[in-house]
C-alpha cells in the first residue's frame, strides 16, 4: 500500500488557527450577539462611593419609569447565599482567613467604587439606563481605606464591620529561623522595597451574562463570558442559588480574553439568573467599558519587603520576602490563593537557595476586588527575585549572568525539592539563558550602547530568569492547601460512525486556540486530518464535565485528559480491528490512522474500524460494546514548571525620559510544543502584557477611592506602537509526569518580561546610581530621577 | 443617551436658523468630542444641528499667501491636501497625527477649535501660524480665540466658517503624546513668518500660550542652542498622573528645540 499524504497537522506543526475564520469574519458568536425571544436589558447601579452605608433606596420612581420591568436590591435576594470564595488560606496562628460575605447585592453598606447596588430590568438598555438614573440611594460617606499599609495600621477603618481588622489572613511558608540566621550572618544582604502594580484586566470583550429560566422545564440557562462554566454552575448552583446541576446549564460561547479575570463567579450571573424568573423572560446584562474598570477583578497589588543574603561568592544564602498583598473590598473566587499558594511557593526560582521564608498578609481595601490576572502570583515572586538578583549582581560586582548562573538549579538535579514546597520534575535554566544570550548577541552590547550614547539615548540590557508553575495540581494536595475544588479536566472523544471525531473538553479558549491546538492532538494520535476533528467546549449541557482554563494548564491537564481518552480510543479501536482481521489485539499496531499487524499485510483503516463500532454486524459483541466513544479524567501528578530566559534592551532618550525597548527575546522551555506558531503568539501576548506592566499599566486610586484611571484617556493599556518586536527561541526538557510532556505556554510572557525590562532601565540608568523604580517605568519618572541628579 | 432633534442644514444660514429655533440646541461637527459627551449623558441638548451637509464649510484652498481651510474640513483631509502639504507641511503634518485614522476621517478643525480642548493639538496651528478665525459674524485673531479651558471668544450663536492660515517662512510641530490617551501632554508649534517667531505650546496649561522668551530667543538666533538655559514658568503648568508642571515645562523646552531643528 502507497504511503498516505503526511498531514501536517499532528504535534509538533504550525497550523493555522481553525477558529480565525470565524473570527476574522465577524462570525463569532459572543454573549452579547445572543438575542433572545422577548430579551429584556439590566443595568445595574453601581456605588459612586468607596465606603458608605445605604439608609435606604427608593426604587419608586425607576419602577414607575418606562419600560421598566423590575427594579431589584438585596431584598430580593435575602433567599440567596453570598458569593463563594473558592479557596480557604489559613493563617500562620493556624486559624482560618477572615471570610465577610460577600453579597450579590450591597446589603446595608458599600466598599468599593462599583460595588453593585441595585438592578434596573427594562425593555430596552436605554430605557433600563435612564431608570437605572432614577433609583434613589440614600448613603452616608464614611472615610474609605485605600492604602493597604493604612488599613493594617492600628485603629484602621474597618472595611467589614464584623471583622477583628482588616487583615484577611497572615500567611508564612518556609523557615523563618533559618532564613533569619543567614541573613543574620551572611558577608552580604540585599534589600528592596517594592510594589508591583495594581492592572486592570481590559479583556477586549467585557463582561456579559443573559439569564434564561424556562418555566415549563424548571430549567436555567445562563449564557456567560466565563473561562470555566461548569465551575460557574458548581459555584452558582450548589452556593449561591442552590440550584441542582441538571436545573442549571451554564454556556461560555465564544469569549473575547480572559487573562484570568472571567475565571470568578461575579454577582451579575446571579443576577440574571435570579432575574430571569423573577420577570418571566430572559435578562441580559453587558458591562461598558466604564463599569468593566470597577466591576473586573483587578490583578497583582503587592507591596513587598525582599531580602536576598549572599556569600563572598556570590552563592545565595537565604531569600526572605514579606508582603501586603491587596485582596480589595471582597474576596474574589480564588484570591486568597495568588499571593499565597502561587507565589510564595515560587520564591525558589530557579536557584538552589537553601533558604527560604515568606509572609503574606491578605488586606482588605476599599477598592474593586484582586484575583488572579495572567501569571496570578507567579509574575509578583518573579519580579520580586529577579529585581533583587539584579540589585545584588549590582551591589556585588558580579556580573548579573555570571551570579545567575552560579546559584542555578543544575540540570543533573532534577527532580528539585526547594524549601518552598515544590518538586521541581525538570529544566535546564543554563540552556534557555545560552539560547537567549547568543540571539540577542551578548558580547555587542557595549558596541550597541556607544552607538546609543552617539545619538544621545542610553542603552540598557537586563535579563530575567523565570521560573512558573503550571496546572495546580494534585487535586488532594490543591485541597489539603485550602482548595474548594478538584483541579483535574474532563475529556470525551467521541468518534462519530463515518470516523469525523468530536472531542467534548473542560477546557475553555477564550482566544488561546484550542480548536486548533487540541484537534493537533487528535490527528496526530488517530492519524486524521484536521477537518475530521470538532473541538465542543464552553456548554455544561454538551460537555460532561470540566474545570476550565486558566493558569496556563489547558494543554498540560486539558490536553493529558485528551490524550488519555484518544488511548482509549486506540485501545478499543485494536481489539475492534484484531476481530476484523482475525488476529490478536496484541499483536495490533496503530500507525497513521492504520491498524495493523505487523510482519503481514493486514491493515483496516480507523474509518473502517469506526463504522464497525457503530455497525456491528461482525464485531465482538460478546466481549465488547458497540460504539466508540471514551472518556478520561486527567489528575496532574505535579505542577508543571516552565522556565526561560528573557533579555530586553532599551533607549531611553536623556531629554524626555521615553523608553525604547530595542530587542526583546524570549527563550523558553515549555517542554513538549503541539503548534509553535500558537506558542509565539503567547509569549507576543504575555509579553504585551508584561511590557504594559513595566512600562504603562497602573491603576490608580485617589485618597478618596476614587479610580482615577477608570477609562483609556488615563490606564495606559499598551498599543502595537508601543511593542517591541518579540523573537523567541525554545529548548525542550519534556515534562516527565503528563502523556505529552508538556508544560504550558500561556502565561509565561507576562511572568518573565516586567523584571527583564525593569533590569533593562535600571542597567541603562547605571550612571545614575538609582537602585529601583516602581512599575510602571514612566517616562515621567525616569525623566524625574536624571533630572533630581543633574540638578 | 437622551433622544434629541436632529437637523441637517444645507448651509451656514440654515444652520443658524435651526440653533436658534431650538430651546438647547448645538451644532454637530465631526461628532468627536460631543457624542461621546453625550453618550455619557454629561451633555443633554435638545437638538443636533449636523453642518455636514453645509459644502461652504468643506474644503482647502489657497488665496495668495494664505491657507483657508473650512471649517467642517476634516483633519484627514487637511492632512493629504496638496496645497497645505506645499504651502504649511507642519499644519498637514500636525493635522495627520490628530488622534487615529476614525478620529482625522470625522473630526474637523473647526470643531477642534470651538472645543479648545486644552490638550488639542490645531489650537497651536492656529496661534502658532497666527492663524485668523472667521465667523459668520467676524474675523477674530488667533491671540483673541482661545480664552480658557474648553472656552473661546465665540458668542452663542457665532459659528467658525473657516481658518485663514497665513503661509510662514518655515515651521514645525512636535508633540509629545499623553501615553494612554494619545492627546498632546505638550505640542509646540513654531513658525517664522516675516511678522516674526511665534512659539505656540497646547497641552501644558489651561489653554494654548505663546511662550514669549522663547520667541524672543529665537528672534535673536533662530536655533535650537539658542533656548539652551531657557525655561518655561511652570507654576501655571497643569499637573496629572501622566505629568508633572515641572516634567510639562521640560518637554515644553524639549518639543520647542525638536520643533526648531525641524524647521
Same mark, same amino acid.
Given at each position: ?70 427594579? *431589584? ?20 496562628? /493556624? ?115 443573559? /439569564? ?45 480574553? !480572559? %487573562? ?111 484575583? @488572579? ?23 556585588? !560586582? ?34 534557555? #539563558? ?14 550597541? +550602547? ?100 486558566? /493558569? ?75 460504539? *466508540? ?9 505535579? %505542577? ?72 483609556? $484617556? ?28 508538556? +508544560? ?15 533590569? @533593562?532601565?535600571?542597567? @541603562? ?13 514612566? =517616562? ?12 | $443617551?437622551?433622544? %434629541? ?12 436658523? @435651526? ?23 454629561? =451633555? ?84 502658532? #501660524? ?58 509646540? $508649534? ?14 501644558? =496649561? ?58
Amino acid at each position: 500500500m502507497a504511503a498516505a499524504e503526511p498531514l501536517n497537522t499532528g504535534i509538533g506543526d504550525s497550523v493555522t488557527r481553525v477558529e480565525d475564520s470565524r473570527f476574522l469574519r465577524g462570525l463569532g458568536n459572543y454573549v452579547d450577539d445572543i438575542v433572545l425571544p422577548n430579551q429584556a436589558y439590566a443595568v445595574m447601579v453601581r456605588s459612586p462611593h468607596a465606603r458608605a452605608t445605604i439608609n435606604g433606596i427608593d426604587t419608586s420612581a425607576a419602577a414607575a419609569a418606562n419600560g421598566v420591568l423590575a427594579v *431589584l436590591t438585596a431584598a430580593d435576594f435575602s433567599a440567596y447565599g453570598g458569593l463563594p470564595c473558592g479557596w480557604q488560606v489559613h493563617s500562620k496562628d /493556624g486559624e482560618p482567613m477572615t471570610e465577610p460575605k460577600h453579597p450579590i447585592l450591597a446589603e446595608g453598606a458599600v466598599r468599593h467604587v462599583g460595588d453593585p447596588v441595585a438592578i434596573v430590568i427594562a425593555q430596552s438598555k436605554t430605557l433600563a439606563r435612564k431608570a437605572a438614573a432614577l433609583v434613589d440611594v440614600n448613603y452616608t460617606d464614611l472615610p474609605p481605606m485605600v492604602d493597604m499599609q493604612a488599613a493594617v495600621a492600628d485603629g484602621a477603618e474597618l472595611v467589614h464591620s464584623d471583622t477583628p481588622s482588616n487583615v484577611c489572613f497572615d500567611w508564612e511558608l518556609g523557615d523563618e529561623a533559618a532564613a533569619e540566621a543567614a541573613i543574620a550572618s551572611a558577608a552580604h544582604v540585599t534589600r528592596l522595597e517594592l510594589v508591583n502594580n495594581r492592572l486592570v484586566p481590559n479583556a477586549m470583550e467585557p463582561r456579559s451574562a443573559i /439569564g434564561d429560566y424556562n418555566s415549563a422545564t424548571g430549567e436555567h440557562t445562563l449564557y456567560t463570558t466565563s473561562q470555566n462554566p461548569h465551575v460557574i454552575r458548581l459555584l452558582m448552583g450548589a452556593f449561591v442559588l442552590s440550584l441542582p446541576e441538571h436545573k442549571l446549564r451554564v454556556v461560555a460561547p465564544d469569549v473575547g480574553g !480572559g %487573562f484570568g479575570s472571567k475565571i470568578f463567579h461575579y454577582a451579575e450571573e446571579a443576577i440574571v439568573t435570579v432575574a430571569s424568573k423573577l420577570v418571566g423572560c430572559p435578562v441580559k446584562w453587558t458591562a461598558d467599558r466604564s463599569e468593566a474598570f470597577i466591576s473586573d477583578a483587578h490583578g497583582r497589588d503587592h507591596l513587598t519587603t525582599v531580602e536576598l543574603a549572599l556569600d563572598d561568592n556570590g552563592k545565595f544564602l537565604a531569600l526572605r520576602a514579606n508582603t501586603l498583598a491587596n485582596m480589595g473590598a471582597y474576596l474574589s473566587t480564588f484570591a486568597p490563593a495568588v499571593p499565597t499558594y502561587l507565589h510564595g511557593t515560587l520564591l525558589a526560582g530557579t536557584y538552589t537557595t537553601p533558604a527560604i521564608y515568606t509572609n503574606v498578609k491578605g488586606v482588605f481595601t476599599n477598592t474593586v476586588a484582586v484575583d @488572579a490576572y495572567r501569571g496570578a502570583g507567579r509574575p509578583e515572586a518573579s519580579y520580586l527575585l529577579e529585581r533583587v538578583v539584579d540589585l545584588a549582581a549590582i551591589e556585588t !560586582g558580579i556580573d548579573p549572568v555570571e551570579l545567575r548562573r552560579r546559584n542555578f538549579i543544575q540540570p543533573d538535579a532534577f527532580p528539585y525539592d526547594t524549601p518552598v514546597a515544590l518538586t521541581y520534575d525538570t529544566g535546564n535554566y543554563q540552556a534557555t #539563558l545560552d539560547l537567549a544570550l547568543e540571539r540577542t548577541d551578548a558580547s555587542g552590547f557595549e558596541a550597541r +550602547k556607544a552607538e546609543s550614547a552617539s545619538r544621545g539615548k542610553l542603552r540598557g540590557r537586563g535579563l530575567a530568569c523565570y521560573i512558573e508553575a503550571c496546572g495546580i495540581a494534585p487535586s488532594n494536595i490543591a485541597g489539603a492547601l485550602g482548595a474548594r475544588a478538584g483541579l483535574y479536566e474532563a475529556a470525551t472523544v467521541r468518534v462519530n460512525p463515518t470516523g469525523s471525531v468530536t472531542v467534548l473538553t473542560g477546557s475553555h479558549s477564550h482566544g488561546q486556540g484550542h480548536e486548533t491546538t487540541f484537534a493537533q492532538v487528535v490527528s496526530d494520535t488517530l492519524g486524521i486530518p484536521l477537518d475530521n476533528v470538532d473541538i465542543v467546549h464552553g456548554d455544561t449541557g454538551k460537555v460532561p464535565f470540566g474545570m476550565g482554563t486558566y /493558569g496556563s494548564r489547558s494543554i498540560a491537564v486539558g490536553g493529558a485528559a485528551l490524550a488519555n481518552a484518544l488511548d482509549k480510543i486506540v485501545l478499543k479501536g485494536r481489539q475492534i480491528a484484531a476481530h476484523l482481521m482475525e488476529a490478536s489485539a496484541d499483536d495490533v499496531v496503530f500507525k497513521d490512522g492504520q491498524f495493523s499487524i505487523d510482519g503481514t499485510d493486514k491493515s483496516v483503516g480507523f474509518g473502517d474500524v469506526a463504522l464497525t463500532a457503530y455497525v456491528p454486524h461482525n464485531f465482538p459483541l460478546e466481549t465488547l460494546e458497540p460504539g *466508540l466513544e471514551e472518556t478520561a479524567f486527567y489528575d496532574p501528578k505535579n %505542577f508543571t514548571f516552565p522556565a526561560g530566559a528573557y533579555i530586553c534592551e532599551v533607549e531611553i532618550d536623556k531629554e524626555t525620559g521615553v523608553i525604547d525597548i530595542v530587542d526583546f527575546h524570549a527563550s523558553d522551555d515549555f517542554g513538549n510544543i503541539i503548534n509553535p506558531m500558537i506558542v509565539e503568539g503567547q509569549v507576543h501576548g504575555g509579553v504585551a502584557q508584561g511590557v504594559g506592566q513595566a512600562l504603562m499599566e497602573g491603576a490608580v486610586y485617589d485618597s478618596n477611592g476614587q479610580l482615577v484611571t477608570g477609562s483609556y $484617556m488615563d490606564y495606559c493599556m499598551p498599543r502595537a506602537d508601543d511593542l517591541p518586536n518579540v523573537t523567541v527561541s525554545n529548548h525542550v526538557t519534556a515534562c516527565t509526569h503528563n502523556p505529552l510532556g508538556v +508544560k504550558g505556554c500561556g502565561e509565561a510572557g507576562a511572568i518573565g518580561s516586567p523584571p527583564a525590562v525593569v533590569n @533593562a532601565v535600571i542597567n @541603562a540608568l547605571g550612571d545614575f546610581g538609582v537602585k529601583h523604580i516602581d512599575m510602571p517605568v514612566t =517616562a515621567h519618572k525616569v525623566w524625574s530621577i536624571m533630572n533630581a541628579k543633574n540638578a | $443617551m437622551e433622544a %434629541f432633534n436632529y437637523r441637517k442644514a444645507g448651509s451656514v444660514d440654515e444652520a443658524l436658523v @435651526a440653533l436658534n429655533g431650538a430651546d438647547d440646541g448645538k451644532f454637530l461637527a465631526g461628532g468627536m468630542t460631543l457624542l461621546p459627551t453625550m453618550k455619557q449623558m454629561l =451633555a443633554t441638548p435638545d437638538t443636533l444641528v449636523d453642518l455636514a451637509g453645509a459644502s461652504e464649510l468643506v474644503g482647502v484652498s489657497r488665496d495668495g499667501d494664505t491657507i483657508v481651510v473650512g471649517a467642517m474640513t476634516t483633519h484627514a483631509a487637511v492632512a493629504s491636501n496638496s496645497d497645505v502639504q506645499a504651502a504649511i507641511p507642519a499644519l498637514a503634518a500636525l493635522a495627520s497625527g490628530i488622534g487615529d485614522p476614525m478620529v482625522r476621517n470625522r473630526g474637523t478643525i473647526g470643531g477642534s477649535i470651538a472645543n479648545a480642548d486644552p490638550a488639542a493639538d490645531y489650537p497651536a496651528a492656529v496661534v502658532g #501660524l497666527n492663524a485668523t478665525v472667521n465667523t459668520n459674524k467676524r474675523s477674530i485673531a488667533a491671540d483673541d480665540f482661545f480664552l480658557d479651558v474648553f472656552e473661546t471668544a465665540l458668542e452663542e450663536d457665532e459659528l467658525v466658517v473657516s481658518v485663514s492660515f497665513p503661509i510662514p517662512l518655515k515651521a514645525a510641530y512636535r508633540k509629545f503624546p499623553n501615553p494612554a490617551s494619545r492627546y498632546a501632554v505638550v505640542g509646540v $508649534m513654531v513658525a517664522q513668518s516675516a511678522e516674526g517667531i511665534r512659539v505656540a505650546v497646547t497641552g501644558a =496649561a489651561a489653554s494654548v500660550f505663546r511662550a514669549d522668551s522663547f520667541e524672543q530667543a529665537l528672534s535673536a538666533d533662530f536655533s535650537a542652542a539658542a533656548l539652551e538655559g531657557l525655561s518655561v514658568d511652570s507654576d501655571n503648568l497643569n499637573e496629572d498622573i501622566h505629568a508633572s508642571a515641572a516634567y510639562r515645562a521640560n518637554l515644553v523646552g524639549v518639543m520647542t528645540k525638536r520643533a526648531v531643528a525641524a524647521c
